[in-house]
């Protein structure tokens, strides 16, 4: 059993196991802040140092349940590229005032906040405040405001929460009980392994296969089946790939596209006999294992911020399981500071 959690999102997908009505996650962005809400109403909202002049890479992640009377959980990561073993003990000051020491791992450049810590965060995220961390060597960092009063508002939208007195943004005397609950995590259960046959893999090397992925899919989204058949200077075809997924049915896969920084396979379910009917999955992934194909890519080529899509085999079709990025481009950390779904599941073998 694995819990997936990797971006587009859950669109009235009926899951077994998973029996309420489906929300779809969201991301939305603005100015130094990002939000990702994922489809059991958990919400991560990420701040970080302002996009130009903004100082030292930092970064705020405030993660609330959905559900009446859920808390806000707030941690802090200081920038990973640069050596920080100087800094050993952390302080909060806002607009100038202290707000003491902060439980700080030296090691790991990551730090989590008193409860008088958060609920002066909170606050001051709702109008322009001055964020900073200073180290107990003389370094600082600030954590940009801009953009955290608009997604905390969009947080407590998606979560049902303007209006009562647990909004961030938008308090008022509706009771708290009318905040929808948060819901359960939906289960896919992975269709049976089945073996590969020889005369799958001599598919492969089949033309009318390979004429029919090319009919049903355009080169744009996969250059390998456009005229030229090959990404290699060479100008060798790329080559198929023919594993079984059922009874039926197989899955093919070959290298569509290369470009700077990220690579993209195409994968296509086939019936195992002419006529073959392709049905795509993605263009865009970077393996799998049969029963699941993962896609993951680089938002530029610095590695600092990632986004993530799985896919599992049910037996009958591909769905995806996880959705997910690693917030904004701000050079915190290498592959990206936190993990910012917009689709959850619990994958059963």
Known sequence: ???????????????????????????????????????????RAAGYQADENGGDPVSILLTRAGGPGQPVQAELMLGQYDDNTSTQRLSLQ??????????????????????????????SLARNSRIELIGDDGARWTVSDKGASA??????????????????????????????????????????????RPADEALAASPALRAALAAMTSADDCEALGPSGSLSPDGEPEALTVQRLSADKLLVSLSCWRAAYNTGDGYWVIN???????????????????????????????????????????????VRTADSSTGLCRLVAAGGAWEMPTLVTEVQE
């Open 1 to 43: 059993m694995r819990l997936l959690l990797t971006a587009p999102l859950l669109m009235g997908l009926a899951l077994p196991g998973y029996a309420a009505a489906p929300v779809e996650g969201v991301t939305f962005g603005h100015r130094d802040w990002m939000l990702a809400c994922d489809n059991t109403r958990t919400c």
């Open 94 to 123: 806002i607009n100038g005032a202290s707000l003491g020491p902060m439980t700080f791992d030296a090691a790991e450049g990551t730090a989590t906040f008193s409860a008088k810590q958060l609920a002066a965060l909170l606050a």
């Open 151 to 196: 997604v905390l508002l969009k947080m407590d939208a998606f979560q049902g929460r303007l209006g009562t007195p647990g909004a961030l943004m938008r308090k008022g005397t509706l009771a708290e009980s009318s905040v929808p609950p948060a819901l359960p995590v939906p289960v896919v259960q992975l269709g049976k392994p089945v073996a590969t």
């Open 272 to 318: 195992d006999r002419a006529p073959y009917q392709p049905r795509l999955v993605t263009t865009a992934a970077v393996g799998d294992d049969v029963r699941t194909i993962q896609e993951a890519h680089k938002g530029r080529g610095l590695g600092d911020c990632w986004y993530s899509t799985t896919w599992g085999w049910t037996g009958t079709q591909f």
